[in-house]
Structures are given as structure tokens and as C-alpha cells.
């Protein structure tokens, strides 16, 4: 889609499963199913999106999937299926690795960053090797010293080459990264997760991240079991649902299976996403 002057396409690295329970935390099954429906290992399917934002200067990729380095183990429980993998994707937008200028991560969770490295003869190397990697430095700290809580979520071989090949910025608070993408700190999910904002033609697009992972997420109350900081979460979604609404904000979700991008309407105290293609 056209916002101003940018170009944002939703891309691909294919689909995952993870557990309904954990993926709704309070809500209970009977309500969540009807949204996503279950496997039989209790399993719902997810997207794996990341954003291409192509500015009239840069080409700009906001998180870069679960990527190729999953044993076989992994595959399996994750039911991970990635025939539309990242690089398929940008290739269908014209592009490849080598296009991407700048990467900007929300998080390093490995279902966001592990895109954002690639085995090259055996060894780790960057996926996008002419790109600068965005990624806020306290998530960069929580990353590298995970807790019993976290550690299976962090996978260093994601994120630890990038500072090993010496192409990140780092970066300590909110603000504009690029000529209009902005990032700002929502906490919740991890304490440093961030959500990025892109502004153009007095239109704003906000890739929420798992702020917001899929439609179903919306609602105030429907927050992950697998964040950290859920009050928090809470806390930053409210206002936030109010300015989007106001604002007419194009969302884009990282997550959903089925609707990569929409607004959000509220209509008799119902919210509704209506997609945007
Ligand atoms: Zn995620």
C-alpha cells in the first residue's frame, strides 16, 4: 500500500503454530476458539510478517520472521511452515537481501529475529549483508542475559553475529530512526518491546508487533500468557486503541494468519478491524 511518499508491503516468512492458551493468557478457550480455531495439539496457526517500508531514498525491514535455523525439533513443535519464506517474499517485491538498507527490530524474540541471520558455508553471518541493524540496546541487555522465563524465547545465534560483524546501531529511546519511522517503547511483552511508526503524507501506519499480534488481539483484555508485563501491556494499549481510532491508523499485524493490515473501527462500543490491502 501507498502511504505519502512510502511504500509498505506486508511480507512473508511463512506460518507457525503456537499454544491457543498461551497465545489469549486470561481468556478463556470457549472464547478464543471462535477466533482461532485449535489443532489437535492445541495449537493455533500464526503469521510470520515482516514490513517493507521503501522510503524514496531507503528500503527499510521491520523484523525478519523465524527464519532458516530451526532443528528439524523445532519444526515440528512449532509446526513451523515456511514455503512463503522471507526471501521468496522479496523477491515477489522485486527485491533481495541484498536491497535492504536498514533492519529494525521490535524485539529479539527468535519468531521476529531469526531472519535477521543466515548460515553462509557453516557460519553465521547477517541475512541483509549491507544492512544496519536497528535494535534498542536494554532489549539487547534483557537478550543476552535471559531468565528461566525468557530463555527459551532468545536464540543468540539471532542476534549474537550482528555486533560480531560490527552492523548494529543501537539505539536507547524513542524517536525518529529514519525520516519518518519513529519507534516508541511499548514494555508488556518484554520490558523494552517496541512498536514503529511510519508517517508519510499526513498518514500514519504503525506495525504493533506483539502489542497487537493478530485481529483477535485488539480488545483491550485479549493479551498474550506469554508477556511478561501484561499490566503494562494493558497500560500502553488503551490510549493507544484510542489514538488509532481517532487517528484512522493502519495497523499492521505481525501475527495474523489472515489479515496482514487494517483499521480499527469502533461501532456501539465494538472494536472491528476492517483490512486494508
Ligand atoms: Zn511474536
Redesign the pocket.
Known sequence: MRLGDFELTSLSDGVFRLDGGAMFGVVPKPLWQRRAPADDRNRITLGLRPLLVRTPSQTVLIDAGIGGKLSDKEVDIYGVDRTMHLDRSLAAAGLTARDVDVVIATHL?F??AGGFTTLVDGVLAPAFPRATYVIRRQEWDDATHPHERNRASYLAENFAPLVDAGVVRFIEEDGEVLPGIRVARTGGHTMHHQLVRVTSGGRTAVFT??LM?TTAHVDAPWIMGYDLYPMDTLAYKKPFLREAIAGEYVIFF??DPAIAAGIIRERDGRLAVEPVT
Do not use: G, Q, S, Y
Open positions: 524474540h519468531d521476529h508487533a506483539d499480534p505481525e501475527h
